[in-house]
């Protein structure tokens, strides 16, 4: 078995999108969730890594990928990007809701996305493994890759988002030193400093 880790390509989404689709139900298979298999990536990776690949990372084992790690800089930026370049090119591509997922996931798309700025937190992630890579120790070498990559770009915190019902990933963060910045109605804002 060889596991690698690198930035991903365009050549990749479609498995990332699958990976993404796949962990999106609280880090189970979220399938039945959405009527098309590339919507929830629409959010949540695509944008990600068309927008600065140098801040994201996949894993391969044996070149298929089984896990990424997504995310950026500079929310304000990103976010920026996201509702004035990425949206406006796909919205005609997404427009029917089958699911309640669809619509949540389909109004993002058609209206942008709401966001909050943590100023002394600017970087954020998102993290997905399939089940075949998980308990390989691949969650933390992600993580790892993708914070010493922020200090080398000057950086020193990270945050991101976990729903209150994934307690599997609460617990993973907890490990790797995250901490609760904020609670949400949907979960909780986490932080790390380094």
């Given at each position: ?6 930035h ?6 479609y498995?990332?999108?699958e990976?993404c689709?796949?962990?999106s139900?609280?880090g ?16 949540y990776?695509t944008p990600?890594v068309?927008?600065d690949?140098?801040c ?19 929310s ?8 004035n370049e990425?949206l406006?090119?796909?919205?005609n591509r997404?427009?029917s ?5 669809d619509?949540?996931v389909?109004?993002?798309i ?11 937190y600017l970087?954020?992630l998102h993290?997905?493994i399939?089940?075949?890579?998980q308990?390989?120790?691949?969650g933390?070498?992600l993580i790892d ?11 020193n ?7 209150n019902?994934?307690?599997s ?8 030193g ?5 609670e949400?109605?949907?979960?909780y ?6």
């Amino acid at each position: 078995m060889n596991i690698t880790i690198e930035h991903p390509t365009i050549n990749d989404l479609y498995e990332l999108e699958e990976i993404c689709l796949l962990t999106s139900d609280s880090g189970k298979d979220g399938t039945h969730l959405y009527s098309d298999r590339r919507l929830i990536g629409q959010i949540y990776l695509t944008p990600y890594v068309l927008y600065d690949p140098t801040c994201c990372f996949v894993a391969k084992k044996d070149s298929k990928c089984i896990g990424y790690i997504v995310g950026c800089y500079d929310s304000r930026e990103f976010y920026q990007y996201l509702n004035n370049e990425f949206l406006p090119i796909i919205r005609n591509r997404f427009t029917s809701a089958i699911t309640e997922n669809d619509k949540a996931v389909i109004n993002m798309i058609q209206n942008g996305v709401e966001y909050e700025i943590y100023p002394q937190y600017l970087p954020h992630l998102h993290i997905d493994i399939l089940p075949e890579g998980q308990g390989l120790g691949l969650g933390r070498k992600l993580i790892d890759t993708f914070t010493k990559n922020l200090k080398d770009h000057g950086y020193n915190s990270v945050h991101l988002g976990v729903s209150n019902t994934n307690k599997s990933a609460q617990g993973f963060y907890k490990k790797m030193g995250f901490s609760t910045l904020i609670e949400k109605p949907w979960g909780y804002v986490l932080k790390k400093d380094f």
